[in-house]
């Protein structure tokens, strides 16, 4: 028995589709039927059944008429809704894009065609990737596939659930400040964010230029790693895309990290036990644990929520009803079809985002705001090197604890804010870091183990992680 198709592997249905054992339109096709089932998670803003037939077909068609097929040729992959993909709408989550159609498409799901992937739909985020939960979405919240009460983790909640919940074989979401490892965490599947620099943002709507980067889920690390190694890579397109270096080979024995100011007050028992147990995992594999510290971490989410939301209140004074999506009905001059079109099209996060933002650049206030949060995030990126001058990874918990329950933080942003207080800090200095399930809750819930590296040492944290993996699966194991 091999199982149905949306339980297979990236590897085990490209090696069947090529032999012939199945074709892309029939995996294709159990995954569409999936997400018809399963609507009651949310995960999903749109879908494109259409287009997924057509593009299994075309594969279908290349396999029997002797074609070689692409690496990804028929996986089903779902997409952030702040990602483009041209001919499909593209919402960011918010009511102020409903409807908008992208004039072009991103590199990265050119890159993913191009390899054969076959996308099926336009997975539900927090409006503008703003939020770590999913509950910011103009489409309704998603809920976690292990128990529908919870959030999924946010802001690529959507995705996180299409490929823990078997809709999607992997998929894209983005990563500003942990939206793709904490909910990678939260649902119990690998997430990956790579380091600044090593995806294109081309095509990928803009919160926080300086701190995004599209990521990858999926259910194991080797999915993850087969769809990371067809997006990665220079694009003319993104003046922030790099050539990437040669991979420094992976040593036999690694030397991992563990920050002592990542296990202190504030981490739930069971998060604290099950990392422990990754660390000892490792241990078991020959590789050594040591401590370290990262003495500048108790400033991060302050620096990483002023730059955040600076670079946001400028990247969304775009959204004016003149250029993109909606625009209000009721107009009596310029100014205040500006401002009816603002208030009508975004959702609170957004609005009390863009307010903090504008006012840390305000005239007086941006030097002793913006200006110092700046000088912090070099600290911290200071730390990291220094740790990494004797240590080849770092390993952390991605949250502090696990799924909270839908609307129980809602009226609490910085209880919210605090969800991300171990993954800000690898966007504020450009690192690689990648979520990995590493046990459960008393409650059977998932956890998330973050293994950090050094720039463009994705190939090292990936391998960090298999060794936890092969330890601590989860995959199967969600509710029904």
Same mark, same amino acid.
């Given at each position: 028995?091999?199982?149905?198709? =949306?339980?297979?592997?990236?590897?085990?249905?490209?090696?069947?589709?090529?032999?012939?054992?199945?074709?892309?339109?029939?995996?294709?096709?159990?995954?569409?039927?999936?997400?018809?089932?399963?609507?009651?998670?949310?995960?999903?803003?749109?879908?494109?059944?259409?287009?997924?037939?057509?593009?299994?077909?075309?594969?279908?068609?290349?396999?029997?008429?002797?074609?070689?097929?692409?690496?990804?040729?028929?996986?089903?992959? +779902?997409?952030?809704?702040?990602?483009?993909?041209?001919?499909?709408?593209?919402?960011?989550?918010?009511?102020?894009?409903?409807?908008?159609?992208?004039?072009?498409?991103?590199?990265? =799901?050119?890159?993913?065609?191009?390899?054969?992937?076959?996308?099926?739909?336009?997975?539900?985020?927090?409006?503008?990737?703003?939020?770590?939960?999913?509950?910011?979405?103009?489409?309704?919240?998603?809920?976690?596939?292990?128990?529908?009460?919870?959030?999924?983790?946010?802001?690529?909640?959507?995705?996180?659930?299409?490929?823990?919940?078997?809709?999607?074989?992997?998929?894209?979401?983005?990563?500003?400040?942990?939206?793709?490892?904490?909910?990678?965490?939260?649902?119990?599947?690998?997430?990956?964010?790579? =380091?600044?620099?090593?995806?294109?943002?081309?095509?990928?709507?803009?919160?926080?230029?300086?701190?995004?980067?599209?990521?990858?889920?999926?259910?194991?690390?080797?999915?993850?790693?087969?769809?990371?190694?067809?997006?990665?890579?220079?694009?003319?397109?993104?003046?922030?895309?790099?050539?990437?270096?040669?991979?420094?080979?992976?040593?036999?024995?690694?030397?991992?990290?563990?920050?002592?100011?990542?296990?202190?007050?504030?981490?739930?028992?069971?998060?604290?036990? +099950?990392?422990?147990?990754?660390?000892?995992?490792?241990?078991?594999?020959?590789?050594?644990?040591?401590?370290?510290?990262?003495?500048?971490?108790?400033?991060?989410?302050?620096?990483?929520?002023?730059?955040? =939301?600076?670079?946001?209140?400028?990247?969304?004074?775009?959204?004016?009803?003149?250029?993109?999506?909606?625009?209000?009905?009721?107009?009596?001059?310029?100014?205040?079809?500006?401002?009816?079109?603002?208030?009508?099209?975004?959702?609170?996060?957004?609005?009390?985002?863009?307010?903090?933002?504008?006012?840390?650049?305000?005239?007086?206030?941006?030097?002793?705001?913006?200006?110092?949060?700046?000088?912090?995030?070099?600290?911290?990126?200071?730390?990291?090197?220094?740790?990494?001058?004797?240590?080849?990874?770092?390993?952390?918990?991605?949250?502090?604890?696990?799924?909270?329950?839908?609307?129980?933080?809602?009226?609490?942003?910085?209880?919210?804010?605090?969800?991300?207080?171990?993954?800000?800090?690898?966007?504020?200095?450009?690192?690689?870091?990648?979520?990995?399930?590493?046990?459960?809750?008393?409650?059977?819930?998932?956890?998330?183990?973050?293994?950090?590296?050094?720039?463009?040492?994705?190939?090292?944290?990936?391998?960090?992680?298999?060794?936890?993996?092969?330890?601590?699966?989860?995959?199967?194991?969600?509710?029904?």
């Amino acid at each position: 028995m091999i199982g149905p198709p =949306t339980h297979w592997s990236v590897a085990q249905t490209v090696d069947r589709i090529r032999r012939g054992v199945v074709s892309a339109l029939e995996v294709t096709e159990a995954h569409l039927a999936r997400i018809e089932s399963r609507q009651h998670l949310n995960a999903f803003i749109s879908t494109t059944p259409d287009e997924a037939r057509t593009t299994a077909a075309s594969i279908d068609a290349a396999r029997a008429g002797g074609e070689s097929l692409g690496p990804l040729a028929g996986v089903p992959i +779902a997409i952030k809704d702040n990602i483009l993909v041209s001919g499909v709408p593209c919402t960011c989550g918010s009511r102020i894009l409903r409807g908008w159609m992208p004039p072009y498409e991103a590199t990265v =799901t050119e890159r993913l065609r191009r390899a054969g992937a076959v996308i099926v739909g336009k997975a539900n985020c927090d409006e503008f990737a703003m939020g770590s939960s999913t509950e910011n979405s103009a489409y309704g919240p998603s809920r976690n596939p292990h128990d529908p009460t919870r959030i999924p983790g946010g802001s690529s909640g959507g995705s996180a659930v299409a490929v823990a919940d078997f809709q999607s074989m992997a998929a894209l979401g983005s990563d500003t400040g942990g939206s793709v490892r904490q909910p990678a965490g939260h649902c119990g599947i690998v997430g990956l964010k790579p =380091t600044y620099g090593a995806v294109s943002r081309w095509g990928l709507v803009a919160f926080a230029s300086s701190l995004d980067q599209i990521g990858v889920f999926g259910r194991t690390v080797a999915d993850t790693k087969s769809v990371f190694d067809v997006i990665r890579g220079h694009d003319p397109h993104d003046s922030t895309s790099m050539l990437l270096p040669p991979e420094r080979p992976i040593p036999e024995r690694l030397t991992v990290g563990m920050p002592r100011e990542c296990f202190g007050d504030g981490l739930d028992a069971d998060v604290r036990t +099950a990392v422990k147990g990754a660390a000892d995992a490792l241990r078991q594999a020959g590789h050594s644990i040591v401590e370290v510290s990262l003495p500048h971490s108790q400033y991060t989410i302050a620096a990483y929520y002023i730059i955040c =939301t600076a670079e946001a209140s400028s990247n969304l004074a775009r959204y004016d009803g003149v250029k993109y999506g909606h625009r209000t009905d009721t107009v009596d001059d310029l100014f205040s079809m500006y401002r009816r079109t603002r208030a009508e099209g975004f959702g609170a996060e957004v609005k009390r985002r863009i307010l903090l933002g504008t006012y840390v650049l305000s005239a007086g206030y941006y030097e002793a705001y913006y200006g110092t949060a700046q000088k912090v995030r070099a600290r911290i990126a200071g730390d990291f090197a220094r740790a990494f001058e004797t240590v080849d990874c770092l390993l952390t918990p991605t949250s502090p604890t696990v799924a909270f329950r839908l609307g129980e933080k809602v009226d609490d942003p910085l209880a919210m804010y605090l969800s991300d207080i171990y993954t800000t800090s690898i966007n504020l200095a450009g690192l690689p870091g990648v979520s990995v399930p590493c046990g459960t809750s008393s409650a059977g819930l998932p956890i998330g183990a973050q293994i950090i590296g050094r720039p463009f040492e994705e190939h090292i944290i990936l391998a960090t992680a298999e060794v936890i993996e092969r330890t601590t699966s989860l995959v199967g194991k969600q509710g029904a």
